[in-house]
């Protein structure tokens, strides 16, 4: 697709329950990045996929929130037994890597979760 | 750990006026600089890149890199009502291509 592309756009769910969230991001991009942002505000870095290396997963709040992404394609986040702070906005970026330079990325318009 | 520091803001300017936006970060290694716009309730979106030394201009926006300061700016001339939101700079490159953003800053310009 022309964009990076993100379902379901509104999900709300009840406390404890899991969610998943779905990313497609632009084609023959090779990074893929999950941020949080709550309301009001900054982005909460998640976690970062490159290529077939090993995902940076420094920014996931705890082990109940995983993500997986198959090759250069589709991503997936989970968030298991979900908790009322974690209502936010998921954003998925995208970007096409070129040496150090050149990693402009573009975001989705997001998966805005409410638990309740 | 790298980090990027905005001035928290909110900063608000009339119309007409310049904004000045300023992006500290920490990572000296860090070769390519963001700033994105984001109106409440909707994804950011890119505005300016910079990655050398100096001055670069677009339009009304310009992108001022200071690496040996480790300093990144975007000035708004003859700011408008419709640059009210939320600027957020951004900060990749070296020894990886993660970026990593700053908190915001929003930016409100009175008519």
């Known amino acids: 697709g022309a964009g990076v592309s993100q379902s379901p756009s509104n999900k709300v769910t009840e406390k404890g329950k899991d969610v998943e969230l779905r990313c497609d991001p632009i084609?023959?991009?090779?990074?893929l990045y999950w941020y949080r942002q709550r309301l009001g505000q900054g982005l909460e870095f998640l976690i970062y996929?490159?290529?077939?290396?090993?995902?940076?997963k420094s920014g996931l709040p705890s082990d109940r929130f995983s993500a997986e992404r198959t090759g250069e394609s589709v991503s997936t986040l989970t968030i298991q037994r979900t908790q009322q702070e974690d209502s936010a906005v998921y954003l998925c970026?995208?970007?096409?890597?070129?040496?150090?330079?050149?990693?402009?990325?573009?975001f989705g318009e997001g998966s805005w979760l409410t638990v309740v | 750990q790298k980090e990027v520091e905005q001035n928290s803001g909110p900063l608000s300017v009339p119309e007409g006026a310049i904004a000045s936006l300023n992006c500290t970060y920490s990572?000296?290694?860090?070769?390519?600089f963001f700033w994105y716009r984001q109106y409440s309730g909707k994804s950011p979106e890119l505005i300016m890149s910079?990655?050398?030394?100096g001055d670069k201009e677009d339009g009304r926006f310009t992108a001022q890199l200071n690496k040996a300061s480790q300093y990144v700016s975007l000035l708004i001339r003859d700011s408008q009502p419709s640059d009210s939101a939320t600027y957020l700079c951004?900060?990749?490159?070296?020894?990886?291509?993660?970026?990593?953003f700053g908190k915001g800053t929003l930016l409100t310009v009175n008519p």
């Open positions: 970026a995208s970007s096409l890597v070129q040496g150090a330079l050149g990693n402009t990325i573009y």
């Open positions: 084609s023959g991009h090779t990074a």
């Open positions: 996929f490159q290529g077939n290396s090993a995902p940076d």
């Open positions: 990572d000296r290694g860090s070769q390519s």
């Open positions: 910079i990655y050398s030394n």
């Open positions: 951004a900060v990749g490159g070296g020894s990886n291509y993660k970026l990593t």
